[in-house]
């Protein structure tokens, strides 16, 4: 099956650097992957949509500065989360969607994201 | 995007079946009703979806009435490690998809 390889699985930085969160897609191209964030005792929320070879599309209320996204090929999309703050500290998940119609969309195992 | 009603929480017997409903009284006519699962600290993962005729894999059994307005999964012998949150999302082709809530099912010994 589809299986989409997230890394690291967590990470500690310190306020101000940042921080880039990868998401591959092993066995299969996805023109098309998607960045989720998930605070403690929430559901996940939506915060971009990482197309192929184009900008991506954000969520409103994401700073698109803060959070860069970059999809330079059909198997690998990466978030920037830049000039890291305590708030953003979170779940960062990814997800992609193999291209076949229907089949679903499989999920990275999400990155913990500590920011001291 | 259609809305969704699932129970915020579910209690289960480990060994018994499982039953979460969702309601998705909006659904359109080409939206498929996807399940996922969260389990703790984890990313989604994918269990199965229909869109108007029941459904059934190794996992579970999703169960659409005719109307399509609501639908039952089904975990037929709940273990202790389908403790999770159980999420229900009406989706349509290539649409992005939105998490609402979800059901928290526990599983109990």
């Known amino acids: 099956g589809a299986v989409v390889s997230q890394h690291p699985s967590w990470v500690i930085c310190k306020s101000g650097t940042s921080v880039k969160i990868e998401c591959r897609s092993l066995?299969?191209?996805?023109?098309?992957m998607f960045w989720y964030r998930q605070f403690p005792k929430q559901s996940l929320m939506l915060m971009a949509t990482?197309?192929?070879?184009?900008?991506?599309?954000?969520e409103q209320g994401v700073e698109k500065d803060k959070f860069l996204i970059n999809h330079a090929s059909l198997t690998l999309s990466t978030l920037t989360v830049t000039s890291a703050h305590p708030e953003d500290s979170s779940f960062y998940i990814c997800?992609?969607?193999?291209?076949?119609?229907?089949?679903?969309?499989?999920f990275g195992s999400g990155t913990r994201l500590t920011v001291v | 995007d259609a809305k969704t009603t699932q129970p915020t929480s579910m209690d289960c017997a480990e060994g018994r079946a499982a039953n979460l409903p969702c309601n998705h009284s909006t659904i359109s006519g080409n939206e498929y009703v996807y399940w996922y699962r969260q389990i703790h600290s984890q990313g989604p993962q994918y269990i199965i979806h229909g869109l108007k005729n029941n459904e059934t894999n190794e996992m579970a059994s999703l169960i659409i009435t005719e109307d399509r307005k609501s639908s039952t999964l089904i975990l037929p012998h709940a273990t202790l490690r389908d403790t999770a949150v159980y999420y229900c999302?009406?989706?349509?082709?290539?649409?992005?998809?939105?998490f609402g809530q979800g059901t928290r099912l526990t599983i109990n010994p």
């Open positions: 990482s197309n192929e070879g184009s900008k991506a599309t954000y």
């Open positions: 999302i009406p989706i349509q082709g290539a649409q992005k998809l939105v």
């Open positions: 997800s992609a969607r193999e291209g076949r119609a229907n089949y679903g969309y499989t």
């Open positions: 066995d299969f191209q996805a023109t098309t």
